[in-house]
């Protein structure tokens, strides 16, 4: 009984899979959209990416952001060992300091060698002196003249000079140029920069508000590629 009960079964399964399968596929057609798929491999990039490097060589001392922080533009990002530097610029501003105080004395010659050969020339006038003491007044005058804007001349150099270094003691501490995210640190502290041949990049910024795709789409497929 049991036999025939579990026969009987298996012929009725089948006789359904038979009916299903005899069936016709019948289904109602609908107006819709036909979608034309290109695929492509691609790469996600921010629009804007800017690498921040060294200006100047040296120890990086201290690195102020990590990877994944936003920063403003102008915000403190790294600075370098900056002592050399500011011994620089102590002793620029110090041999300036020393030449201006020349300049007094300077000045003070010339107008007593003005006055000299002011003098000698009255008196040559009047025959009171010979031509030798005259002419050497004026060369004394003519000296005094030089000596004066040769010292001008030094000082502004030296000036020059202070700006420049100055200027690099500015270039030890790194600021962001453009609001965004630090994505990647390629310096590490306490490794020496060297920023003779050119500028060692120190940290990269990206403005993730605006992503770009960058992806290589066949020949075949550039006609059927939208906006």
Do not use: C, F
């Not at 609908?30 to 290109?38: A, C, L, M, P, V």
């Not at 490097?53 to 690195?63: C, D, E, I, M, Y």
């Not at 990590?66 to 600075?79: R, T």
């Amino acid at each position: 009984l049991l036999a025939l009960a579990i026969g009987g079964v298996y012929v009725w399964l089948q006789e359904d899979e038979k009916v299903a399968a005899d069936q016709p596929l019948i289904v109602t057609a609908e107006i819709g959209n036909i979608e034309n798929t290109i695929a492509s491999a691609g790469s996600l990039k921010p629009r804007s990416v800017v690498e921040v490097g060294a200006q100047v060589s040296g120890l990086l001392q201290k690195l102020h952001v990590e990877i994944g922080d936003m920063v403003e533009a102008g915000q403190l990002l790294a600075e370098i060992d900056a002592r050399v530097k500011e011994s620089r610029v102590e002793a620029s501003r110090a041999s300036i300091e020393a030449l201006e105080a020349q300049v007094t004395a300077r000045k003070a010659a010339l107008e007593l060698a003005r006055a000299n050969s002011a003098r000698q020339e009255r008196l040559r006038a009047e025959d009171a002196t010979s031509q030798l003491d005259q002419d050497n007044a004026v060369n004394t005058l003519a000296s005094a003249e030089s000596s004066l804007i040769q010292l001008e001349k030094q000082i502004e150099q030296s000036r020059a000079s202070l700006t420049s270094d100055e200027t690099e003691l500015e270039y030890t501490k790194i600021y962001a140029p453009i609001a965004g995210t630090v994505v990647s640190i390629d310096m590490i502290e306490g490794r020496t920069l060297n920023a003779v041949q050119m500028a060692p990049t120190i940290l990269r910024i990206a403005d993730l508000s605006t992503m770009t795709v960058q992806t290589e789409i066949s020949e075949a497929d550039i006609s059927n590629v939208k906006k």
